[in-house]
T-cell receptor, first 110, second 114 residues
Framework: AQSVAQPEDQVNVAEGNPLTVKCTYS??????LFWYVQYPNRGLQFLLK??????LVKGSYGFEAEFNKSQTSFHLKKPSALVSDSALYFC????????FGKGTRLHILP | EAQVTQNPRYLITVTGKKLTVTCSQN?????MSWYRQDPGLGLRQIYY???????DKGDVPEGYKVSRKEKRNFPLILESPSPNQTSLYFC?????????????FGSGTQLSVL
């Protein structure tokens, strides 16, 4: 059965520093992987996806994610964090259906 | 503007009093889905619909009903709400379930069952 794990409930990063939000997955076939962001009082918004091709995927708002097949990971990254990046981030995997992780709250400290 | 509209935004009710949360999309999407979001549990799928008159259970369907009589509407029905259904609910739609990057979410319905 497919699954996705986000091991950190919360990540705190100082503004201007690089950030990483972790995600690992388990699927039976080739993974379709996604990151979504949720701002307060809003629904989830799509950030980026990995289907096939380059292991480094670029998305919205300067975010990128690195697909690592051997480690079954799809970590979200950004070289320089902004206070406005503070939000709840969800990793998702699609095999036969879409499954979301539990979410990681990202706090960017001014 | 392309959007998924949920109503109401906030709802407080009492145990056993039937309620309906409406969801409507204006993008002619075939696939619609309901999720509940709880702290530490993330999003869990309640029901989904691949097309008109086609609905299926998600991971946590107990205590919920849905219907899909028209393509644009996918209401969530709680026949006899209980306190454990207090949660934040999201409706979402996409042209097809393989296009998660095109999942459009509503703004959510915060439900409190007393």
């Amino acid at each position: 059965a497919q699954s996705v794990a986000q091991p950190e409930d919360q990540v705190n990063v100082a503004e201007g520093n690089p950030l990483t939000v972790k995600c690992t997955y388990s699927v039976s076939g080739n993974p379709y992987l996604f990151w979504y962001v949720q701002y307060p009082n809003r629904g989830l918004q799509f950030l980026l996806k990995y289907i096939t091709g380059d292991n480094l995927v670029k998305g919205s708002y300067g975010f990128e994610a690195e697909f690592n097949k051997s480690q079954t990971s799809f970590h979200l990254k950004k070289p320089s964090a902004l206070v406005s990046d503070s939000a709840l981030y969800f990793c998702a995997v699609k095999d036969d259906k879409i499954i979301f992780g539990k979410g990681t709250r990202l706090h960017i400290l001014p | 503007e392309a959007q998924v509209t949920q109503n109401p935004r906030y709802l407080i009710t009492v145990t056993g009093k039937k309620l309906t949360v409406t969801c409507s999309q204006n993008m002619n999407h075939e696939y619609m889905s309901w999720y509940r979001q709880d702290p530490g549990l993330g999003l869990r799928q309640i029901y989904y619909s691949m097309n008109v008159e086609v609905t299926d259970k998600g991971d946590v369907p107990e205590g919920y009903k849905v219907s899909r009589k028209e393509k644009r509407n996918f209401p969530l029905i709680l026949e006899s709400p209980s306190p454990n259904q207090t949660s934040l609910y999201f409706c979402a739609s996409t042209p097809n379930p393989g296009q998660a990057e095109k999942l459009f979410f509503g703004s959510g319905t915060q439900l409190s069952v007393l």
